[in-house]
């Protein structure tokens, strides 16, 4: 079942989505060499308990940690370890937070240090189709124009694996609800994109093949041919005056009124 939100609620997905965003910032920053995924989820714990939230990771189907990190060839679902990250790495951090009953949820990939000229610019094409399927997010399209937008973002950049078997999915009182959103186009429309109905949009892209396998943790997921991937996601609300990036800060300000899309901006108190 999809579940459609008041504006009200949306108001209250905004505040998970600020939680979700601000402690997003705090773990961004500590990445440096010599950091370990284990000090990320200390950091990630505490953070969320100072903002009295609670976390939809920890033990969601019995994962242990409030944040996944996946490093270099893992492409998403992390546990987070001892291993210290080196410079030359990237490092996708997947975090979301519950306040009051409604979920956030986005992800990152984040280098660590310097990384070689390919390696940023998987990133830049990740996050770029990132906000080319949330820039779809228009109320009466379908949520087959979110994958084909990305998709078509991803092939117009390179010779990118395109990761078909996750996507993004429904959010709100639950972290993951119908409908799934693929990251490529399909022959079904899809539902339809109206106002109250929010999405996590999040897009995974290898710079090899885009086959992945889980190790035996049932978690870390793996591209088969060892070659790195980036991860981006923010979950956004469909408004009648265009998405709000409920887990941006500026509420995507920034990057929408880049592609020429409005938004309804980080103001709650008028939403529709
Ligand atoms: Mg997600």
Not at 56 to 68: D, E, H, I, K, M
Not at 231 to 250: C, I, Q
Not at 260 to 271: E, K, M, N, Y
């Amino acid at each position: 079942m999809i579940e459609i939100k008041t504006p009200a609620e949306v108001a209250k997905m905004r505040r998970a989505g600020i939680v979700v965003a601000e402690i997003h910032a705090v773990l961004r920053e500590q990445i440096q060499p010599g950091v370990t995924p284990r000090d990320l989820d200390e950091i990630a714990r505490r953070e969320l308990r100072e903002r009295g939230a609670t976390s939809n990771f920890l033990g969601y189907g019995g994962f242990p940690a409030t944040v996944c990190v996946s490093v270099n060839d893992v492409v998403v679902h992390g546990i987070p370890d001892d291993v210290a990250f080196r410079d030359g790495d990237i490092v996708s951090l997947d975090f979301g937070a519950v306040v009051d009953g409604w979920h956030g949820d986005a992800a990152v990939t984040v280098p660590v240090g310097t990384v070689t000229d390919d390696v940023a610019e998987l990133l830049s094409v990740c996050e770029d189709a990132l906000w080319a399927g949330i820039a779809a997010m228009r109320s009466g399209r379908r949520v087959r124009d979110i994958g084909a937008a990305v998709e078509k973002t991803v092939r117009s950049r390179g010779d990118y694996g395109l990761v078909e078997e996750y996507g993004g999915h429904g959010i709100g009182t639950a972290m993951h609800q119908d409908p799934h959103v693929l990251n490529y186009r399909t022959r079904a429309r899809g539902p339809k994109l109206v106002p109250g109905l929010c999405l996590a949009i999040e897009p995974m892209i290898t710079l090899g093949s885009p086959a992945t396998h889980t190790l035996a943790d049932q978690w870390t997921v793996k591209t088969d041919d060892g070659s790195w991937a980036a991860h981006f996601e923010h979950s956004v609300a469909v408004t009648p005056e265009g998405p709000l990036v409920l887990t941006a800060l500026d509420a995507g300000v920034e990057r929408l009124s880049a592609l020429g899309v409005s938004t309804p901006g980080a103001s709650l108190s008028d939403l529709w």
